[in-house]
């Protein structure tokens, strides 16, 4: 069975920085791309990042490019999302997905099509 378990959230002030964790399981963790979402109440879920584990691609939405950097460590079956320059606009609740990474191309800018499971997610609360 596929899992994937985030970590790492909690409270941060605005201009700190957090580490995200998605530890997986359940499948060749090499073949995929890990995929970064995040949701805020009252709004739609928003695509943040896609990291290949085949070969490191990565891809970063507009809104976090420069701050926020993806990385995967494939020994340990994980990938990290390194989060600077918090904003208050980053709070949400963040998930990890694994696709291949053509579908986390698609799904960081269309979310709304993706028809996997979403796990518990973790959440991050940026503070003025």
């Known amino acids: 069975e596929v899992q994937l378990v985030e970590s790492g959230g909690g409270l941060v002030q605005a201009g700190g920085s957090l580490r995200l964790s998605c530890a997986a399981s359940?499948?060749?963790?090499?073949?995929?791309?890990i995929g970064w979402f995040r949701q805020a109440p009252g709004k739609e879920r928003e695509g943040v990042s896609c990291?290949?584990?085949?070969?490191?691609?990565?891809y970063y939405a507009d809104s976090v490019k420069g701050r926020f950097t993806s990385s995967s460590d494939n020994a340990k079956n994980t990938v990290y999302l390194q989060m600077n320059s918090l904003k208050p606009e980053d709070t949400a609740v963040y998930y990890c997905?694994?696709?291949?990474?053509?579908?986390?191309?698609?799904?960081?800018?269309?979310?709304?099509?993706?028809?996997?499971?979403w796990g518990q997610g973790t959440q991050v609360t940026v503070s003025l």
């Open positions: 997905v694994v696709a291949s990474w053509e579908s986390c191309t698609i799904l960081v800018v269309t979310p709304q099509y993706y028809s996997g499971s």
């Open positions: 359940g499948f060749t963790f090499g073949d995929y791309a």
């Open positions: 990291i290949s584990s085949s070969d490191g691609s990565t």
